[in-house]
């Protein structure tokens, strides 16, 4: 294999692993929000049932 078709096959390589490496990271920040949203929503619903507990009282 020559030295151009091994600097070929690390740029491959390379954008192979930016590609993972970016998945990985897209990933990721899907799943914290779903967390964050699921945080938000207990909350709002904690504090809906909380006011609708304090008028009915």
């Known amino acids: 294999m020559t030295l151009v078709g091994l600097c070929h096959l690390g740029s491959l ?6 590609s993972l490496v970016g ?3 897209w990933a990721c920040s899907v799943a914290s929000w779903f967390f964050v949203s699921r945080l938000v929503a207990s909350f709002v619903t904690s504090s809906v049932f909380f006011f609708v507990s304090l008028f009915n009282s």
């Open 13 to 18: 390589e390379l954008v192979l692993v930016m």
């Open 23 to 25: 998945l990985l990271c």
